[in-house]
């Protein structure tokens, strides 16, 4: 939990809305859930408990959320409800209110829907080199750099402010 918690307060700054899912393995037989949260804590502890129960692949959206989202404080089962005021309201990409991380995911083309291959993962570990090499030669700072158990992920540091929904492309 201390490792999610310190990965959760490296991502987001504190006293903003961050979103959590799980995404159901589609073996399971559950829906996808969703949390609003801003406790750190609540947040890693549900991630930990649905990731460690194997039924679910969980992320927490990078970007903070729109502050009169109902903060949650636990994953919920998605609804697709229109409504923002309800619980149950699956964030859109209008809800970001910042750019603060760019996430670069490498991952090799795999039409058998399995797991990378080690020839797989070496291709996709010399194209993240290659990637991240070109950003740094273009003034970019070093990102973030994580393997996502298929690929890679490169994770830039930015700061854009979003003045309306339409700056999201």
């Not at 039409?111 to 020839?119: A, I, L």
Request: hydrophobic share 35%; aromatic share 8%.
């Amino acid at each position: 939990i201390a490792s999610i918690c310190e990965t959760i307060d490296t991502l987001i700054t504190t006293g903003e809305v961050f979103e959590i899912k799980a995404l159901n393995s589609k073996i399971c037989g559950e829906r996808n859930k969703h949390g609003y949260y801003n406790d750190t804590v609540k947040a890693a502890i549900d991630a930990y408990d649905h990731n460690t129960k194997g039924k679910f692949n969980v992320y927490i959206g990078l970007n903070p959320r729109a502050d009169d989202l109902p903060i949650t404080n636990e994953l919920i089962t998605s609804s697709g409800i229109k409504d923002r005021t309800n619980p149950a309201y699956d964030a859109h990409d209008t809800d970001i209110t910042r750019i603060r991380w760019i996430l670069v995911d490498v991952d090799p083309v795999n039409k058998k829907h399995g797991g990378s291959n080690e020839e797989q993962l070496a291709a996709a570990c010399k194209i993240t080199k290659m990637v991240r090499r070109w950003f740094i030669q273009h003034g970019c700072p070093a990102p973030h750099t994580a393997f996502s158990g298929n690929g890679y992920h490169l994770l830039y540091s930015v700061d854009f402010p979003l003045e309306r929904a339409k700056d999201i492309k």
